[in-house]
């Protein structure tokens, strides 16, 4: 004869079986939600993107329209006529046809100009590789990559540094993902550092974006410029590079990228080089400058912007911004600026408060931004070399 169970037991045996349809439900309610957030951060309208936009010193921005299966390479180049030949060459050695090559001069006072002019006679009458040179003033390397994007006419973008190289094969990868895969808007690969004095390379570290495509990702662990190449309709909806933001440009920008990025996929491979010299920089200034910070401090507030209209914010890119930020807040301090340093708080407790202890932190330097300069000066900045002093022969000791 079958057992009945008594009262208790029917009790006990309902309440696991609602706790177990609970956690069902629960988890069936956090996928739908990720799927529907994931469905809003890459179909925004374009009145929503557009309110992300900075504004361009050139008046416009790029067109919709394209040429199927063109690559454009947006080069920015200023002062490195030796530099920007050696890029040049990288995208001719290219397998991929056809390829427009657009290379913007942002105001070389060296002969950087009649390097690219007489390049572009060489290379000229290919009707598969088309070389074209801008000139504009002194704007900075952002306003030189948004004229390029606007004289772009290529259905997908590349960008490059003038001190950067390609491997002959990165074009030919991406496209051929891209026409292969509709929804694949952006093939990224890995990256070697090339020491330019002492011949040393290391493949660099890369986050991974094809399994995790959010602006998030790209937050936490970065995307070098030369490493993507981008659909034409992701950067239309992008909008321009911040021409405010000088360094942190490249950051920022990628992030912003990424709200408009169905699916990425990424190329385990050496493709691109990034080449350590002692040639002038677009984005390089002494230690400790104010403006620095200032465009720290704007790109992570961007970039925290970027991350929560999303629809899906994770918790840690939220943390890593926030504690991004405080450590902004501290050079500020230790360059001596602690009038700013106190603005930055006043102006970011939506992002600071996400850091591990973010309140307490926060209110502590806002008691040191109460000193003078100088002693914050005198106060921080040996210890913060110190500490770099540290951590330089740590590294090369685990090296």
């Known amino acids: ?63 919709e329209e394209y040429v199927p299966g063109l690559v454009s390479v947006i080069i920015p180049t200023y002062n490195r006529a030796r530099l920007v030949t050696e890029a040049m060459d990288s995208v001719l050695a290219q397998t991929y046809r056809p390829i427009e090559l657009v290379v913007v001069d ?88 090339l020491d330019c004095a002492t011949g040393k390379t290391s493949v660099a570290a890369q986050g991974n974006i094809a399994e995790n495509t959010t602006p998030g990702e790209v937050a936490v662990n970065g995307l070098q410029t030369m490493v993507p190449v981008f659909r034409r309709n992701v950067l239309v ?64 507030m961007s970039v925290c912007r970027a991350v929560m209209a999303s629809g899906c914010p994770e918790g840690k890119a939220l943390r890593v911004l926030g504690n991004n930020y405080l450590c902004c807040v501290r050079a500020t301090c230790v360059a001596g600026f602690p009038q700013l340093a106190r603005a930055f708080l006043n102006a970011g407790p939506e992002v600071w408060r996400h850091a591990a202890g973010g309140r307490a932190r926060a209110t502590g330097w806002y008691a040191v931004t109460l000193l003078p300069g100088w002693a914050c000066r005198g106060l921080l900045r040996p210890l913060a070399d110190l500490k770099a002093l540290v951590r330089a022969l740590f590294c090369r000791d685990r090296r």
């Open 1 to 63: 004869m079958r057992h009945k169970p008594g009262g208790f037991h029917r009790l006990l045996t309902q309440k696991i079986r609602r706790s177990h349809q609970v956690r069902c439900e629960r988890h069936c309610g956090r996928v739908e939600q990720r799927s529907h957030a994931n469905r809003a951060r890459t179909m925004l309208d374009k009145e929503k993107a557009r309110q992300l936009w900075p504004s361009t010193s050139h008046g416009r921005w790029m067109s």
């Open 106 to 193: 942002d105001g070389s006072t060296d002969d950087t100009p009649g390097v690219l002019e007489e390049w572009g006679k060489r290379h000229a009458g290919d009707p598969q590789f088309e070389p074209r040179t801008f000139h504009q003033e002194n704007r900075g390397v952002s306003a030189a990559r948004n004229l390029g994007l606007i004289e772009s006419h290529g259905e997908f973008i590349q960008f490059v540094d003038s001190d950067d190289l390609l491997m002959p094969d990165k074009l030919a990868c991406a496209v051929e993902r891209m026409d292969s895969w509709q929804e694949t808007d952006i093939v990224y690969s890995l990256r070697s550092d």
């Open 237 to 300: 909806a992008t909008g321009p590079w911040n021409e405010g933001l000088w360094p942190f440009e490249d950051w920022e920008y990628n992030t912003r990228a990424m709200l408009f990025v169905r699916k990425a996929f990424h190329v385990n491979k050496v493709q691109a080089i990034r080449r350590a010299h002692n040639y002038a920089r677009l984005t390089r200034g002494p230690r400790y400058r104010k403006t620095d910070q200032e465009s720290r401090q704007k790109a992570i």
